[in-house]
């Protein structure tokens, strides 16, 4: 079974909105990451939250952690058209030896 | 902040033949790289761990004589794509675990799009 699985698949929204993008996943992990990734370019690492932390914050991105229910989620406040990307969870799970596995990820469309 | 190389960003060959990719990380030491392959629309899937100095560990499902890595130095890995096929066209993305412990983030590159003719 898959690690990582956000939904929804895709959003679309328009500038100014919020964006909340959930992840789910099945091991117990040492930590979870969120990533972005733009069309066909590598990712960028946005937020690691560890598994005894339950809320971080980043400029206009906040995750929040829920170990007993094995989800996260990250919210992208205020957004804007730049945001448009695919975002990915990662988690790294307890005993791998730093190998994350990705969710499927969120298409993010903002629209001006 | 960490910085990991890719090259090339894309590269087009003939089937049968074999295509190097670099992954470099410029400002510090990996002593860890993982190397991905995307599908379109689809999510990251890890096909090796490299390791400085010694043999690759794959991923289940991944043909090690046909994804060759080495990991030379602290601060390169390559993956060789052998006698490449059409199927094996993909995205294929490098990382580099950072010196932070733990609990740092995976550092990318910018991907490798291959595709076979």
């Known amino acids: 079974s898959q690690q990582g699985e956000e939904d929804p698949q895709a959003l679309s929204i328009q500038e100014g909105e919020n964006a909340t993008m959930n992840c789910s996943y099945k091991?117990?992990?040492?930590?979870l990451q969120w990533y972005r990734q733009n069309s066909g370019r590598g990712l960028v690492h946005l937020i690691l939250?560890?598994?005894?932390?339950r809320e971080k914050h980043s400029g206009r991105l906040r995750v929040t952690l829920d170990t007993s229910k094995k989800s996260s989620s990250l919210l992208i406040t205020a957004s804007r058209a730049a945001d448009t990307a695919s975002y990915f969870c990662?988690?790294?799970?307890?005993?791998?030896?730093?190998?994350?596995?990705f969710g499927k990820g969120t298409l993010l469309t903002v629209n001006p | 902040g960490a910085v990991v190389s890719q090259h090339p960003s894309w590269v087009i060959c003939k089937s049968g033949t074999s295509v190097k990719i670099e992954c470099r990380s410029l400002?510090?030491?990996?002593?860890?790289m993982f190397w991905y392959r995307q599908f379109p629309k689809q999510s990251l899937m890890l096909m090796a761990t490299?390791?400085?100095?010694?043999?690759?560990?794959?991923e289940q499902g991944v043909e090690k004589d046909k994804f060759l890595i080495n990991h030379a130095s602290l601060t390169l890995s390559t993956l060789t794509v052998t006698s490449a096929h059409p199927e094996d066209s993909s995205f294929y993305i490098c990382?580099?675990?950072?010196?932070?412990?733990?609990?740092?983030?995976?550092?990318f590159g910018n991907g490798t799009r291959l595709t076979v003719t």
């Open positions: 091991t117990s992990i040492n930590n």
């Open positions: 939250i560890r598994s005894n932390e």
């Open positions: 490299s390791n400085e100095g010694s043999k690759a560990t794959y």
């Open positions: 990382s580099a675990k950072g010196q932070g412990g733990d609990n740092s983030p995976l550092h």
């Open positions: 990662a988690t790294d799970a307890r005993g791998s030896n730093y190998k994350l596995t």
């Open positions: 400002d510090f030491q990996a002593t860890t």
